[in-house]
């Protein structure tokens, strides 16, 4: 009995030791995050073909780490509208403060959201609707991006037509399709509004070089004259390399290049000329900034809003 007894207590003490230790270790374990209101929008920059009127996407479903937005239902968006920083809402979510990666657009390429046929069409000049479809519907960005401890948070998706979106060429008629599933992936970004700035200003191209002057924005030390007019991949997209870019207006001469993640930037304004109803690679233009801007080191930081006024001075 004397032994029993000892032994009893010996249980009993390991027991509560091992409940202390639970308790301990339960008020040490970090508890979960709080969770942010998160928008997402979307966002285009401008396609390189006169013939094109619009190009819409039906968008059946986004998801964000496999999660559908909330509020989302399918829509179908005239991606070719939405340049200059104008931007369609797409849903919420609301998310941990930190860093992610990992967006879904299901695409719709049959019906769009009234029930219409095709889902993904380029609409030309003439009204022709030219159905876009890729390999797979599901597309996946996984450019990362992040949520901050704040209120709210706009999540901005960039799908850059002018990357994703080719003409096939040496057909009769205008045939357009999405670029490959990996070029697709590529050719769209995801960044948090909040840790983005903007370049605009106007491009005076007084020697009238071109029919139509687009600026690419570049990451410092990234562009190559060559590689970027020659084309890259599977679908020869020119100028890939780009950040973003914006057609400089016949009208004014404005240009704006928007959601630019902080850093060191450089301009790079090309012409193209028209043939028909397309327009070709020109050639690489001489700028110079009105107020001594340096174009090949421009310096970004969150909301700020840079002036780059600039002057056309020739062909490179």
Known sequence: MKNYGKF????????????SCSKNEDDTMPKEGEAYSTTFKITDAPIDNANVEAVFVTIADVKVDGTSLEGFSKTTIDLSALVNGKTETLGNLDLQAGSYSN?????????DATGNTPGCYVE???????????????????????????????VIIDFDLRKTVKE?????????????????????????????????????????TSDKIVVYAYEKGTFDAETETEGKGESKVTFANAVTSSVVSSANGSYSVNFLKEGTYE????????????????????????????????????????SANVTITGTK
Do not use: C, P, W
């Open 267 to 306: 301009l790079v304004f090309v012409s193209y000329n028209k043939d028909g109803d397309k327009f070709f690679f020109n050639a690489l233009l001489e700028a110079e900034s009105a107020t001594g801007l340096d174009l090949g080191a421009i310096s970004v930081s969150s909301a700020l809003q840079l």
């Open 103 to 111: 967006i879904a657009l299901i695409l719709d390429y049959d019906t």
């Open 168 to 208: 096939e060429q040496g057909t009769a008629s205008s045939n357009f399709e999405f670029v490959s599933m990996s070029e697709l992936s590529a050719g769209i970004r995801a960044i948090n509004e909040e840790s983005t700035g903007m370049i605009s200003g106007t491009a005076n191209d007084t020697q009238d």
């Open 8 to 19: 009893a207590g010996m249980v009993l003490m390991s027991i509560m030791t091992m409940t």
């Open 124 to 154: 030309t000049a003439n009204g022709t609707k030219d159905k876009l479809e890729a390999s797979a519907n599901s597309i996946s960005i996984d450019d990362a991006y992040e949520v901050f401890a704040k209120a709210s948070n706009e």
